[in-house]
């Protein structure tokens, strides 16, 4: 019997249709073009502005996105992950709406929070539940609505996030395609440096964390920086040589979509020449959850079947990892 592999079988994605460019935030917060463009690479970002819509939303459209263009039964999908830092609400997980709202009626489903590496270990979820042989379609979706977390008055935050969704269908290969390996990693020294404040079990929500702003995101923009340049291109080139992989064999690097300075210093760590690094960053900024799927789904009329894809994340916490897939089909 030939060994069952994880391999992602069809893309989906979804993002708002209000553009923030960095020309609106200049009227905004005391910041300008070149100076955004310079030290992130993004240009835009999608915002969604509809009142009572929240991530559920921007996940339903993605996972509606991919069913249509796969022609797949939502109710054939056994299992929903929604990797997500923005959940509608505490407690009901966003997830287990969405599968029902899709006509997932035959799955069951939770969130995964991992900050901007929510998506990576929900491939690494979504894979290990394939591998075990117990499912056959596991429907993972990235999505924030990081919009609902951010200071419109704070430069530091404002000029990153954007909100967006991306979805990815996980079923088994027999061909040795789909999931290859992967190299997770976590550092709870990071809980400082990139957080929100208030709303959890430690500081709830009060008239008090309300005025002093401590539901928005904080991030210590120069740690979190250092950090994710040095750990998101070490495992990525350590995910190379542990699979006797050279630059030549890499076909794509899809790594999270968070500053083009980090993802060019991944990028050279690993010896992989530029025209193979697939980036969307000026259009969306950082979406957190959906930034990786947003790649593929943007660039899958490139995607070759067999070709070997390195994926890379790092997030708040602190979260990264990377993993490495083999493409499981050509786009029609």
Known sequence: MTKITAAITAIGAYVPDFVLSNQVLET?????????????????????????????????????????????????????????ATPDMPVAATAVYVATQIGAVNAFGYDLQAACSSFLYGMSTAAAYIQSGRYKKVLLIGADKMSSIIDYTDRATCIIFGDGAGAALFEPNHEGLGVQDEILRSDGIGREYLKIDAGGSILPASHETVDNKQHYVFQDGKTVFKYAVSNMADVSEKIMKQNNLTHDDVNWLVAHQANRRIIDATAQRMGVDESKVLVNIQRYGNTTSATLPLVLHDFEHLLKKGDNIIFASFGGGFTWGSIYLKWAYDKN
């Open 28 to 84: 905004m917060v005391d910041t300008n073009d070149e100076w955004i463009t310079t030290r992130t690479g993004i240009k835009e970002r999608r915002i969604l502005k509809e009142e009572g819509q929240g991530t559920s939303f921007l996940a339903i459209k993605a996972a509606e996105n991919l069913l249509a263009k796969s022609g797949t039964n939502p109710a054939e999908i056994d299992m929903v992950i929604v990797a997500t």
